[in-house]
């Protein structure tokens, strides 16, 4: 897992050191597990953050689909350390 000062110790549950951490959940998704994740930090039910998720994105003009695709690219995946944009960044930088 990951060591940087900000992220030690980082479970398979999404905890560090006894906090918890934001992670796209691979159980109960039906996209990218970005509300799955999102409800479970904030420990709410997934469905509600489903519904506000649909509302968001009807009444501003799919703003809410591009923020679901951004935290999908920024929100590593449950027993991942990093994220799809951190992998990427990493492979783009020279050595």
């Known amino acids: 897992m990951r060591d940087d000062g900000v992220m030690s110790n980082v479970n398979g549950n999404g ?9 796209r959940r691979r ?5 990218a597990g970005v509300c799955a994740g999102l409800a479970d930090y904030l420990a709410m039910d ?8 649909a509302v968001v994105s009807m ?9 679901y695709l951004v935290a999908w690219a920024v929100i590593p995946e449950q027993g991942q350390s ?3 944009a951190e ?3 990493s492979k783009n930088r020279p050595s």
Not at 27 to 31: A, K, P, Q, Y
Not at 46 to 53: A, E, F, I, K, T
Not at 59 to 67: H, I, P, S
């Open 59 to 67: 009444f501003t003009v799919g703003t809410g689909v591009l923020a």
């Open 27 to 31: 159980d109960n998704r039906i996209v």
């Open 46 to 53: 997934v469905n509600l953050v489903r519904v506000l998720v």
């Open 82 to 84: 990093t994220s799809i």
């Open 15 to 23: 905890s560090v050191n006894g906090g918890k951490v934001l992670v």
């Open 87 to 89: 992998d990427l960044i």
